[in-house]
Nanobody
Framework: QVQLVESGGGLVQAGGSLRLSCAAS????????MGWFRQAPGKEREFVAT????????YYADSVKGRFTISRDNAKNTLYLQMNSLKPDDTAVYYC??????????????????WGQGTQVTVSS
């Protein structure tokens, strides 16, 4: 069974920072594209950031560009999301996801096969 486990969420004041982590249970994820998505109460899930499995190319939603950084440590089989200058609008459950067999990044949730259970991020004003 493949598992993705997020951690690092919490409560932070506006302007603060958090780093989310996503540990993958299989080393083969080092070659698969991965992404972060989020879902706020009453809203649809939305794309946040994605990273290639090979080459490390990245792509961000306009709403987080310049504030968030996605990265991966393939030796540790871990995906990260560094979030700076957080805003109350960033409050959501954050999910990491991995594509199956594909290394190319994608902003489309339907392209991802494996999902974590989510971690809550709350930004107070």
């Amino acid at each position: 069974q493949v598992q993705l486990v997020e951690s690092g969420g919490g409560l932070v004041q506006a302007g603060g920072s958090l780093r989310l982590s996503c540990a993958a249970s299989r080393r083969t994820f080092s070659t698969y594209a991965m992404g972060w998505f989020r879902q706020a109460p009453g809203k649809e899930r939305e794309f946040v950031a994605t990273i290639d499995g090979i080459g490390g190319g990245t792509y961000y939603a306009d709403s987080v560009k310049g504030r968030f950084t996605i990265s991966r440590d393939n030796a540790k089989n871990t995906l990260y999301l560094q979030m700076n200058s957080l805003k109350p609008d960033d409050t959501a459950v954050y999910y990491c996801a991995a594509r199956r067999y594909y290394s190319g990044r994608s902003s489309q949730g339907n392209d991802y096969y494996y999902w974590g259970q989510g971690t809550q991020v709350t930004v107070s004003s």
